[in-house]
């Protein structure tokens, strides 16, 4: 479950990402964001994430008040969350397997434990026969689906990706969306930022529209609300 209570985000500077947001997403949901550049999807994502915190208003999630929790607490947090950021994150001195491994590391998983978790994640994204290969090696399509299997690994509750399909091909962005639907369809919580119109013409979520940080009244059915506007 995820929640906002008339959130507002201010940076430094006097930049409002987000004002008076509020939303609720049920356990088990897959829902989209979208909006223009700068509407806010970044942002609004990481204070899901409690990389950044509210200067107003609350953020739940799964019950936790996270923009109150405290530095020590956020691991905990963030292992029941999978994030895809834009900008991948990955590591060039390590290869395709120990970029995955990595957050098992970190959590201090059994070592047997570990590697079982890594080959299941690659092998559900497509990389393993690609595990040994520095991640330079890889296309743009694999580079998105390498991230996704670094988020997953955990077995998270809760999967947020920012622009998944963004610079990708049609065919790559359809395979990776794909992914994101299997999750879904076992149980996972999916909250996709996209301004993919392809993504969203597909979308079988709610889809949820920022402009200039406010959330918009259209916020279920978009595209169908879109196209009975059209007729």
Do not use: W
């Not at 049920?26 to 223009?36: K, R, S």
């Amino acid at each position: 479950m995820i929640r906002f209570t008339q959130v507002h985000k201010r940076y430094p500077g006097g930049y409002q990402a987000l004002k008076n947001v509020s939303f609720e997403i049920a356990a088990g949901e897959m829902v989209f964001l979208t909006g223009h550049s700068g509407a806010g999807k970044s942002t609004l994502l990481k204070l899901i994430a409690a990389i950044e915190r509210p200067n107003l208003g609350s953020v739940l999630v799964n019950h936790q008040n996270v923009g109150a929790l405290k530095e020590r607490a956020l691991p905990f947090l963030r292992r029941n969350l999978g994030i895809i950021f834009q900008d991948h994150k990955l590591l060039f001195d390590r290869n395709v397997f120990d970029n995955v491994m990595l957050p098992l590391q970190i959590c201090g998983f059994d070592y047997r434990e570990s590697h079982k978790r890594v080959r299941a994640a690659l092998d559900k994204v497509g990389l393993l026969k690609r595990e040994k290969s520095n991640p330079i090696a890889l296309s743009g399509g694999e580079h998105q689906r390498l991230c996704i299997a670094r988020a997953i690994v955990n077995r998270p509750t809760i999967l947020l990706a920012d622009e998944p399909t963004g610079n990708l091909d049609t065919e790559y962005a359809h395979e990776i969306m794909a992914i994101f639907k299997s999750f879904h369809q076992v149980g996972a919580t999916v909250l996709i930022s996209t301004h993919d119109e392809s993504v969203l013409q597909n979308a079988n979520g709610r889809v949820l529209v920022l402009k200039q940080g406010e959330l918009q009244p259209v916020s279920v059915g978009l595209i169908q609300t879109q196209s009975q506007a059209q007729a």
